[in-house]
């Protein structure tokens, strides 16, 4: 299962990839925003940058809601870097879109799906990636996990080679269970990734191995 870095900060990207384990990264609209990017430079220039830290795929989210205006802006978002990744909402100006970039070889990730029938219309457009949103579905206390388990049985039983996306991913726990139900990518906020670590087990072991390295040390 590849990781996604669900985030716009730069600071964040550097610390994933330097763990050697970063396969891309996901923004939004609300992630940019919260790093303060601002205008057509400043937006250009920030995807330009996560490009240049990371070896994968970015992306990048239009900001239009009409079939017309997300091919400008996508076109225009996919010439910034090989890397960048048209993001477009699951409407039907967004699948038009979807198919429209799939047609020319650009890719697409498919964003704000909370259904297989969303998923499947992504899929049948050409999508590379299809995001279903795990954690705002259990914020309604619906079933985040198993949509991702009904999209990855779906696209099997039909050899759609869209990639499922757990997106709205907001705790460790969340990547295994999405693991578990065959997700391609998760976009996971760093601490969630980071917790993938976490074990008193290590944290013991290591604790007494340091002990009885120290006493190595001592006794040469
Ligand atoms: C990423 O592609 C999504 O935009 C993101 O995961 C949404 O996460 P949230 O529901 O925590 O805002």
Known sequence: MKFFLDTANLQQIKEAQE????????TNPSLMAKEGVKGEDEIRNHYKQICEIVDGDVSAEVLSMTYDEMVKEGEELAALHPQITVKLPC???GIR?????????VKTNCTLVFSVGQALLAAKAGAKYVSPFVGRLDDICSDGVALIEQIVNVYNYYGFETQVLAASIRHTQHIIQCMEAGADVSTCPLNAILGLLKHP????????FMKDAEKMKSEK
């Open 201 to 208: 087990l290590t944290d013991q072991g290591l604790e007494a």
């Open 97 to 105: 879109a979807v198919k429209y970039f799939a047609d020319k070889g």
């Open 91 to 93: 409407t039907k100006d």
């Open 19 to 26: 763990l050697g384990v970063l396969d891309g990264v996901t």
